[in-house]
């Protein structure tokens, strides 16, 4: 089940620097929580986010247990042709979910 | 958590009968939603939808209102078309009366019980993800529309039971909905604001959950937090106090999917 909201500017001049923002749903299960029958419940999170923009990696964080669920990262770049910004969250088991925005660049 | 449930704070309510039966309702003026209350980044959380996390499930309930369920493989979609034109309002006037049972259904209960009867699909507990979800995906159809209770008189009964449920004393604390919703709005317990309890936001996200929730989900909260045993999710008194909730927010803007601490 995918449900990624990527939001970012339709539209940009050359230059211009845009604000990306992302957010996932993801449990983010840190690890350290015990369930109800006594056994800690297993660490579920995302470790890695990368933007990449027209083929190029542009950014990537890596995420930690202390990151909240559905977590929500903005970030800015810089806009330089038209092309697909391509968002992939990747997480714990190996399973990496992708979103993606078109984006116009014109002077 | 069993049948007993149902029974919460009838004892205490015997013993203190009419303990807060001078309770009035917030003045129609000086009502607020729960999002006035809120520090000015949450309230910023929810009214953007990039950055407001219950826009998660609107967009999974979308999916699953197109997606067929059941042998006959039809889709809510099949018989409903455009939720933007067929579902707006629609959240704004339940709990309604349903024939069949002549109870009270809610807006949850009600897209179960068309799944059942109408797609012959599985029925889908309450509280699980695609209930939230589609729920959700219905009410935020009447975003910013105003409350409007049916003026059914079938519903008075029910409706008059939630108002004597809202002002019944609960739980080891003995304190009624009516304590502190009511008399003590403009107060705070430990840190946080107390509220006024308009439900007009619901489903919603609670940081405090990390998840979207019902309303049942939060008055078997506040159960809890006064030391009575929750009623079970899907309960008749749970309906008849939504009920009376929503007749007090009459004419208040829907706001779902609101994002609470």
Redesign the interface.
């Known amino acids: ?1 995918t ?3 990527v ?1 970012a500017p339709k539209t940009a001049r050359p230059g211009e620097v845009i604000e990306i ?1 992302a ?3 993801h449990p ?1 299960e840190t690890g350290y929580r015990i369930g109800p029958n006594g056994a800690p419940i297993p660490r579920h999170i995302i470790r890695r986010l990368v933007c990449t923009y027209d083929g190029a990696e542009v950014f990537a964080a890596d995420l930690y247990p202390a990151m ?3 977590p ?1 990262i903005a970030f800015s770049m810089v806009a330089t042709a038209s092309g697909t910004i391509a968002l992939a969250w990747t997480d714990d088991h190996g399973a990496t979910q992708t979103a993606t925005a078109e984006i116009t660049v014109a002077g | 958590m069993t049948r007993g449930g149902r029974a919460v704070g009838v004892t205490a309510a015997a013993l203190l009968a009419g303990g807060v039966a001078g309770a009035a309702d917030v003045e129609p003026d000086a009502r607020r939603s729960g999002a006035d209350f809120m520090a000015p980044e949450t309230r910023a959380m929810q009214a953007d939808d990039a950055s407001n996390p219950g826009m998660l499930w609107v967009l999974e309930g979308e999916r699953l209102w197109a997606e067929p369920a059941g042998p006959e493989g039809r889709a809510c979609a099949t018989c409903h078309g455009d939720a933007a034109r067929t579902m707006r309002g629609v959240a704004a006037r339940y709990p309604a009366f349903d024939n069949g049972s002549d109870r009270p259904v809610d807006l949850a209960g009600r897209i179960d019980q068309c799944r059942q009867a109408r797609q012959g699909a599985p029925p889908l507990a309450r509280e699980s993800d695609p209930l939230l979800a589609l729920t959700a995906y219905v009410a935020h159809q009447s975003r910013g529309m105003p409350v409007a209770p049916p003026g059914d008189t079938r519903l008075d009964p029910f409706r008059e039971n939630g108002r004597r449920l809202f002002q019944q004393p609960l739980g080891q604390l003995g304190l009624a909905c009516a304590n502190c919703h009511d008399e003590r709005w403009d107060g705070r317990l430990g840190g946080a604001p107390i509220t006024q309890a308009h439900p007009t936001a619901y489903p919603l996200y609670r940081l405090e959950w990390q998840a979207l929730g019902s309303l049942q989900r939060r008055l078997r909260n506040c159960m809890a937090g006064v030391r009575a045993e929750p009623l079970p999710f899907g309960a008749p008194e749970l309906i008849e106090l939504e009920l009376h909730l929503m007749q007090r927010a009459a004419g208040m803007p829907m706001e779902t999917p609101g994002v609470r601490p």
Request: charged content about 15%; glycine content about 0%; overall charge positive.
């Open positions: 089940m449900r990624a909201l939001n923002r957010m996932i749903a983010m909240s669920a559905n929500y």
